[in-house]
């Protein structure tokens, strides 16, 4: 028997896969007034508007990716239905809204632009795709909801006692090794500094929650696998006295090397063991397996650079609302950051001064 025989086929995409509770919009209105709160406290403090949150770059990347040839037909949907290669840019993070010690060990993101993309957009307008990805395969929450009692205590904590923070990160770390002795992981802890002092290239990202993959419904995955990158995974980084430690990590290995991704696609077969309204629930492989739809490759480059981060931080968004009708992001997590992200975006704009913009390429990208 063959993979697939015993896979249920996938489920067909139809508005009626989201349920959206009476209260959500006054959830959204209270996450953008708290995620308001924290980047008016950095601005004030720092002088520069910057995101909310993953507000610390790690470094950024140009590279290309190539869909593969020969998909089976449910998984050439969307982007991948075409062939090709189209140019990426990566911007890797880590997740609080103020610039800590790296120290303060936090859990970590993956944002990719694809650039030339044909098709209708979300917007109404532009050519990209965004995939926002972090590195566990679910939300820590079910619900924005939930996210947002947790945001509002983090929220309390933005630019409070960075000394404090490293102290608790250091102790969260030690309790998270003892629970995952245990066989579990906190989401909690993690992101409260309970993180591994690890490297962020050899990381797994996962969209965590799902988007319309053409036809079906899918949660999406970029996974290193070139063998400098597998290398790292769970490579320790010494972050003693090296408060930017994990872009140094960064800047020196693309400094002498490139690297290469598979980017992954995970179909929804089943609603209620693969739900759309859950954020936390994890989508097991038993049910529907990750399947590469595509590669992206990158060369030896200079990963973070002041002139980088300008054009990057400050000009840009990443939001799994720039993109394709084809890959619209479902469920009340992804329903919420539509409009966070925008606003967070238009603050940074005004404050800055700086219009922030899709690409439409990356050539004039300093270096
Ligand atoms: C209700 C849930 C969420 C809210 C309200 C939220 C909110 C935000 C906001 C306001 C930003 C900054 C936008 C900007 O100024 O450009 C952001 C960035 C980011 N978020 Fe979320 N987020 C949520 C869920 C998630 C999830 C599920 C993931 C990962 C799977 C994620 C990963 C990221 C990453 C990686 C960035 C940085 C993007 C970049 O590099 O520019 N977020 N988020």
């Not at 650079?305 to 993109?323: I, N, Q």
Request: glycine share 8%.
């Amino acid at each position: 028997m063959t993979l697939s025989q015993h896979l249920k086929p996938p489920v067909p995409f139809s508005p009626d896969v989201e349920t959206i509770p009476d209260d959500e919009a006054e959830t959204i209105t209270e996450l953008n007034e708290t995620m308001g709160k924290i980047r008016q406290t950095t601005f004030e403090n720092s002088g520069h508007a910057m995101r909310s949150v993953h507000a610390k770059s790690h470094g950024y990347l140009v590279g290309e990716m190539t869909i593969e040839p020969g998909l089976a037909a449910e998984f050439a949907q969307g982007l991948f239905a075409g062939t090709g290669t189209h140019p990426v840019l990566m911007r890797f993070s880590t997740n609080p809204g103020d610039i800590l010690d790296d120290k303060v060990s936090v859990p970590r993101g993956l944002a990719i632009k694809v650039l030339d993309v044909n098709g209708p957009q979300l917007s109404g307008q532009g050519t990209t795709q965004n995939f926002v990805l972090a590195n566990g395969p679910a939300f820590t929450v079910p619900t924005p909801k939930k996210f947002l009692q947790n945001l509002k205590l983090l929220a309390k904590t933005t630019d409070k006692g960075e000394g404090a923070k490293i102290a608790l990160s250091a102790t969260l770390q030690a309790v998270e090794k003892v629970v995952e002795a245990f066989g579990g992981k906190s989401g909690t802890l993690v992101s409260l500094g309970g993180h591994a002092e690890t490297n962020v290239l050899g990381e797994s990202y996962f969209s965590q929650v799902p988007l319309r993959f053409g036809d079906y419904i899918a949660k999406l995955s970029v996974v290193p696998i070139s063998n400098g990158l597998t290398a790292l995974t769970d490579a320790k980084v010494d972050l003693k006295d090296k408060p930017d430690g994990l872009r140094q990590a960064l800047v020196d290995f693309f400094a002498a090397n490139g690297g290469q991704w598979a980017v992954k696609v995970q179909l929804c077969r089943d609603l209620e063991s693969m739900p759309i309204e859950d954020a936390s629930a994890e989508w097991t492989e038993d049910d529907s397996p990750y399947v590469t739809v595509a590669t992206i490759s990158v060369q030896a480059q200079a990963a973070w650079t002041e002139a980088r981060a300008t054009a990057v931080d400050d000009g840009m968004l990443f939001s799994p609302w720039r993109g394709l009708v084809a890959h619209q992001p479902l469920g009340g997590v992804m329903r919420s950051r539509k409009s966070v992200y925008e606003k967070s975006a238009e603050f940074r704009a005004a404050r800055n001064g700086r219009p922030v913009e899709e690409p439409t390429s990356l050539m004039g990208l300093p270096i």
